[in-house]
């Protein structure tokens, strides 16, 4: 549904780094997730953040969660053209089964 | 590995028929997804079940129906395909969130590009 937002494109250069924003509605958001989907194929999780952190890193990626704005990003560092995808941010909401997506967000990454 | 399979990447269907989009998981997830993707509108979700034989609407449910007879397949079915539901559909599962609700991720299968015409 709509109470996951982000913008639908972002071109970066190689090697660059990539921020990926999302926003979202629900402050009874337990664990908010970044999956990944190459063309052609299914999702695939990239990382998740507790709603009680602030960040979280794992390895050239970083995830910053802001609970006041509401707001969520993922950062990629020295962007490769295998980071060429659709992102898509998800919240679960307390102790809901399933997750609410945004409409994702195709990353070209361009030589 | 998790796997989630459906059962088909492409099909082709016209309006009318009724269609069916199985998917199978291998985890003993208790808990199975249908979602349809478009362009600009990101993942839908239509069904989910939290056991079997149970099940319970998402966001998009009209014209479509589910079934959870075993717990590693959940069906998803088209009563009469029209050509707005012409989409990629994506099956997932996940475990149960336990007492304390802690994360229970998501896998995904490869999707199943679905043309009515």
């Known amino acids: 549904g709509e109470d996951v937002e982000q913008s639908l494109f972002l071109s970066v250069r190689e090697g660059d780094s990539s921020v990926i924003n999302c926003t979202y509605t629900?402050?009874?958001?337990?664990?908010l997730y970044w999956y990944k989907q190459e063309p052609g194929a299914g999702l695939q999780l990239l990382t998740y953040?507790?709603?009680?952190?602030d960040m979280k890193q794992d390895q050239r990626l970083t995830v910053l969660l802001n609970k006041k704005d509401k707001h969520l990003s993922l950062r990629i560092a020295d962007t490769q053209t295998g980071d060429s995808a659709i992102y898509f941010c998800?919240?679960?909401?307390?102790?809901?089964?399933?997750?609410?997506f945004g409409a994702g967000t195709t990353v070209t990454v361009r030589a | 590995d998790v796997k989630v399979t459906q059962s088909s990447r492409y099909l082709v269907k016209r309006t009318g028929e009724k269609v069916f989009l199985e998917c199978v998981q291998d985890?003993?997830?208790?808990?199975m997804f249908w979602y349809r993707q478009d362009p600009g509108l990101g993942l839908r979700l239509i069904y989910f079940?939290?056991?079997?034989?149970?099940?319970e609407k998402g966001d998009i449910p009209e014209g479509y129906s589910v079934s959870r007879e075993k717990k590693e397949r959940f069906s998803l079915i088209l009563e009469s395909a029209s050509t707005n539901q012409t989409s990629m559909y994506l099956c997932?599962?996940?475990?149960?969130?336990?007492?304390?609700?802690?994360?229970?991720?998501?896998?995904f299968g490869q999707g199943t590009r679905l043309t009515v015409v």
């Open positions: 997932a599962s996940s475990h149960r969130p336990d007492d304390r609700g802690l994360n229970t991720e998501a896998f």
């Open positions: 629900d402050s009874s958001s337990t664990y």
């Open positions: 953040i507790f709603s009680n952190m």
């Open positions: 998800a919240e679960k909401r307390g102790n809901d089964y399933k997750l609410s």
């Open positions: 985890m003993d997830h208790e808990n």
């Open positions: 079940s939290y056991d079997v034989k149970m099940k």
